[in-house]
């Protein structure tokens, strides 16, 4: 690498090469345009950054990122209290929020059981899960992990978990994606939507 | 877009999807990122952004950036003051750099005369190359700004208001790149590289 002019770039290009996905050469890129643009672009982006760091929480109902107590899904009127989506992270949240398919609730896990990693059903928030089907009115559970072996685990943990509970548990359906051609499928996953196969339907 | 939880979380992605190359899936990356490391990595990709942007300055001498008053290859005595490569802009110094090819000093002109943009030569800082050459000993003067219509039309206006100026005033080479294979090779480089022809030497 050569060797730069300025040590306070070299730490600026330092620190965000950390960021996944950013090499040296991208972060000296953004490094630059930042030297290039105004002082405030910078300092804009450096206090939404602390800002986010310091002050972010997680919601005390779902376990959500959200800036108050209580998140913006959980206290939003319009939504669905009864139905209650299961899913690892808050990233899931996001996908599924994107689908514009669900106007339920969520709960965060923060994980799946994954001995491997040392993530055991203590480390995750199914007792909370467990206790929120006692306290609220909870009409139905989809369980919306990750479809590995991880996934199943937690899905068959949580299941056992909820003896006591009277609801519905459902789990999001696997198969291929829409738009597959069917040669380029894995066979499980092939093999696995001829097993589950629906009743087709004409709409 | 999906409705974001957290406006904290939302503000952080839109500062940072600001950045060149960086749209807002990977900027929610990056965010989510920071939120599952420390809070110090956060801090410091930010007071390194911050202290860059407010103590950067350019070098008195060949208006690199630097962190002092003279850059730290200006102020390395094992450079060879005689010799001056003329750059458009500070990115040109680190590629020169990499090539570990060049010993000389530099000096940043902060861009080229480009009448579509409103860059005059009044913009660029070529009186006070012409100042350097007045007041340092310069043997050999290196023009290696950009091989476009504004890079020539620099070299020539620079050639022009170097008029005084005793010593020698070349520019770097133009040609089919290392590696490259002819057939690929643009007309315009294939045909000067043939004008531009050297006398093979072996080695």
Not at 68 to 79: D, F, G, L, M, V
Not at 141 to 153: K, M
């Amino acid at each position: 690498m050569a060797e730069y002019s300025s040590i306070l770039l070299e730490n600026a290009v330092e620190e965000l090469s950390k960021l996944p996905g950013i090499g040296k050469k991208t972060a000296l890129r953004l490094a630059l345009h930042l030297l290039s643009e105004e002082t405030c672009e910078t300092e804009k982006l450096a206090n939404a950054l602390l800002k986010m760091k310091h002050n972010i929480m997680l919601c005390q109902r779902c376990y959500n990122i959200s800036d108050e107590k209580t998140c913006a899904i959980c206290s939003n009127p319009h939504r669905d209290e009864n139905t209650l989506c299961v899913v690892a992270d808050m990233r899931d949240v996001l996908a599924i929020e994107c689908t514009v398919s669900f106007n339920g609730l969520y709960h965060v896990l923060g994980g799946v059981i994954s001995p491997i990693d040392g993530i055991g059903p203590n480390d995750l928030r199914i007792a909370e899960l467990v206790r929120r089907t006692q306290t609220e009115t909870i009409n139905e559970i989809i369980l919306a992990l990750p479809a590995t072996i991880e996934g199943d685990t937690t899905n068959y943990y949580i299941y056992k978990q909820l003896s006591e509970y009277k609801g519905k548990i459902t789990v999001i359906s696997k198969g291929i994606a829409v738009g597959d051609a069917l040669e380029y499928v894995d066979e499980v996953t092939l093999g696995r939507s001829i097993l589950n196969r629906t009743v087709f339907t004409q709409k």
